[in-house]
């Protein structure tokens, strides 16, 4: 399938790492420009490393926390400056911690959100006038399946995502009038440094790390970052112009719940 990605001009953020990169990547290798940002040098430039030859003169790399709304505005600022648009944005920089609910204070609560929330509400915000000026663009924020299925240890996350879900679907409504396609993906567990993190919080009863993670979904293995970067490239392109404001669950069946 042709996603005619070519020329585009993409910001992913959390791009240094996990599903983030791998959406970089096959991004620069469709023929799109990108901009990756994340806080951490090291893997910022290692993505840029993996882009390779191809990517000359298309990839820049930006050191950026993304819970400072100033630095969001600087961050789409720099995208516009170095390739005079923004086509796509992947809002994916976002990590809310697990844990007792009687045990996480508030700012656990309010530094989680202001990451994986008004991380991504601002991003929106910030780029949805340059879309609106070029007559399109697409948005795809990439949530989770804590959305789905609430659990007393990850309750800051799956709140979060609940509310991302609903961001979507009511940014979906405003992007109609502006031109702008917004989607959602919602991933099960997909094998990146933040899902080994986790492990023993959502499989502490598990054997081996290895056994954990086959358990994780019913077809005995988890995801991998290329397999959701797949279906971001799609929602993303043209391909995919009927499909706004849905929530897409990517998790090998693990949700077996009649949303998602
Ligand atoms: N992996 C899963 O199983 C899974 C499941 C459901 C949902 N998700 C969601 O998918 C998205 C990507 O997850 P992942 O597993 O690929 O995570 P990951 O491997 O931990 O990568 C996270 C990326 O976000 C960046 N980041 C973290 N804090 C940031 C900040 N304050 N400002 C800017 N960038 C920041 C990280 O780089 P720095 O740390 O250097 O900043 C890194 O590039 C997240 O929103 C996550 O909630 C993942």
């Not at 920089?93 to 530094?111: M, V």
């Not at 949530?143 to 007393?152: N, Q, R, V, W, Y």
């Not at 979904?217 to 706004?244: C, K, N, W």
Request: net charge negative; proline share 4%.
């Amino acid at each position: 399938m042709q996603l005619d990605l070519e020329g585009k001009v993409a910001i992913v953020t959390g791009g240094s790492k996990g599903i983030g990169r791998a959406t970089a990547l096959s991004l620069i290798a469709e023929g799109a420009s990108v901009l990756v940002c994340a806080r951490g040098q090291e893997a910022l430039d290692e993505t840029v490393r993996l882009a390779g030859e191809q990517a000359a003169g298309k990839i820049v790399a930006m050191s950026a926390d993304l819970t400072q709304g100033e630095v969001i505005t600087a961050v789409v600022a720099r995208c516009v400056a170095e390739f005079g648009r923004v086509d796509i944005l992947v809002n994916n920089a976002g990590s809310a911690r697990p844990g007792d609910f009687l045990e996480l204070p508030d700012e656990a609560w309010l530094d989680d959100w202001t990451l994986k929330f008004f991380g991504y509400m601002r991003m929106a915000r910030a780029v949805l006038p340059h879309m609106q000026h070029q007559q399109g663009g697409v948005i795809v924020n990439v949530i989770g399946t804590g959305a789905l299925k609430p659990m007393g240890n990850y309750m800051i996350g799956g709140a979060a995502n609940a509310a991302l879900n609903h961001f979507t679907k009511a940014l979906a409504d405003e992007g109609s009038k502006k031109k702008v396609r917004v989607v959602g993906v919602n991933p099960g567990p997909i094998l990146t440094e933040r899902l080994q993190r986790f492990i023993s919080t959502f499989s502490p009863q598990s054997g081996s790390p290895e056994e954990a993670l086959q358990k994780m979904t019913p077809i005995g293995r988890v995801g991998q970052p290329e397999e959701v970067a797949d279906l971001i490239l799609f929602l993303a392109s043209d391909r995919a112009a009927f499909i706004h404001g849905a929530n897409i669950t990517i998790d090998g069946g693990a949700n077996q719940g009649l949303m998602g």
